[in-house]
């Protein structure tokens, strides 16, 4: 499906599904029932909420940064 897409668009596959890839990683640090922000939040002792809001302006930052770097360099 991904190579139909990408042939429709005029694009190649890489760069398509490498922007995709990061972004689906991204997007799961940015959810509040990650596996991951359950477990560090349980032991520190605070609410996934409240690490998603500490650091949700270092994941859209890393986010824009990432979607610029792959798309000028692939």
Do not use: D, W
């Not at 002792?45 to 500490?54: A, L, N, S, Y």
Request: net charge positive.
């Amino acid at each position: 499906l991904s190579a139909e897409v990408a042939k429709g668009a005029g694009i190649s596959v890489f760069k398509m599904l490498v922007p995709l890839h990061f972004s689906a990683s991204l997007g799961r640090s940015f959810s509040p029932i990650s596996g991951v922000i359950i477990a560090v939040s349980g032991f520190v002792g605070v609410t996934p909420f409240q690490i998603i809001k500490r650091n949700c302006v270092q994941l859209t930052i890393a986010y824009v940064l990432m979607m610029v770097l792959s798309l000028s360099y692939l």
